[in-house]
């Protein structure tokens, strides 16, 4: 009996002996295709196409961000219009007196300019200029009656660059240089309200004489120091103009068959900058008149209308 169980259990082992060497014999058959199969092809072929399997993926998805819109509207809305009421001004009645800006002087000077402008690089024409005018000093010498002007011309300039040139046709890109042309002026002002000017006045050296009333005594002097203070004179830009001509300086055919083309580089500019100028100082002023509408009926008129 004993041999008997002894005899099935070694049956049982090498059964399962024989399923695993079985399993592992596959599993060396599956190892050799594979093998087969990756020398067929090459290892370097096949990391050459996981390599472009991934850069395509990148690519694809760098294509796809590039493409991506980003403008859009972040908010709208409508805004409903609210109502008002109307207020008249009042004012003080009697007479009063205000410091208020006194306009000294109004006119207009005249500032020739010449300049030479070089281009970023070469253009086939100009598309567009805006000018802009900005004072950097407006000085005035009262006792001399002159003013002393300095500022800029701000100018931005639009051009055609060329970039691609066919038989019959040029392409290329649309590019701006900007530019501040310096300039500066004296000019004599003709007042029609003198400005106040501070009183400079020396120093007061008052003497003592003695008693005899002969010789002034040396051993005591007093002075007397004095110093005034006005408003500093100021002035306003109320119109511009600006005449200008332009002159290309290095002018290049582009080729035989674009005969009547040309590009440029330097721009020699001559212009005449017209400028509107106000004087203005804070003055001391008496004002005469009534307001026309009193206090009191306004103020009843604002209360009914709340």
Not at 2 to 18: M, V
Request: aromatic letters at 6%; hydrophobic letters at 35%; one cysteine or more.
């Amino acid at each position: 009996m004993g041999k008997h169980k002894h005899r099935k259990h070694n049956d049982k082992k090498s059964l399962i002996n024989e399923q695993t060497r079985s399993k592992s014999i596959d599993n060396e058959k599956e190892r050799i295709e594979k093998v087969d199969d990756l020398d067929e092809i090459g290892i370097d072929g096949l990391k050459s196409e996981v390599l472009l399997t991934d850069n395509k993926s990148e690519d694809n998805q760098g294509s796809e961000e590039k493409n991506e819109y980003k403008g859009k509207v972040c908010e709208a809305k409508t805004l409903v219009e609210c109502g008002n009421v109307s207020v008249k001004p009042l004012g003080k009645d009697g007479f009063l007196v205000a410091k208020i800006p006194v306009v000294l002087a109004e006119f207009w000077v005249q500032i020739n300019i010449e300049s030479i402008i070089k281009l970023e690089e070469p253009a086939l024409e100009i598309k567009r200029v805006k000018k802009n005018v900005h004072l950097t000093q407006c000085k005035l010498v009262t006792e001399a009656s002159k003013l002393f002007i300095s500022g800029i011309i701000r100018k931005n300039i639009e051009y055609a660059a060329v970039k691609c040139i066919g038989e019959k046709s040029i392409s290329g890109n649309i590019k701006h240089t900007t530019v501040h042309i310096p300039f500066d002026c004296v000019t004599k002002v003709n007042f029609n309200v003198y400005p106040d000017v501070p009183n400079k006045n020396p120093r007061i050296e008052e003497e003592l004489l003695k008693s005899d009333f002969i010789d002034k005594n040396i051993s005591m002097e007093e002075f007397v120091d004095c110093e005034y203070f006005t408003e500093k004179v100021f002035c306003e830009i109320e119109k511009v103009k600006i005449f200008e001509s332009d002159i290309k300086q290095d002018e290049a055919q582009v080729n035989d068959e674009l005969a009547h083309e040309h590009t440029f580089q330097t721009i020699v500019e001559k212009m005449v900058l017209f400028l509107k100028l106000k004087l203005l100082q804070n003055q001391q002023v008496n004002i005469y008149g009534i307001c026309s509408t009193p206090l009191d009926k306004d103020k009843s008129s604002l209360s009914n209308s709340t």
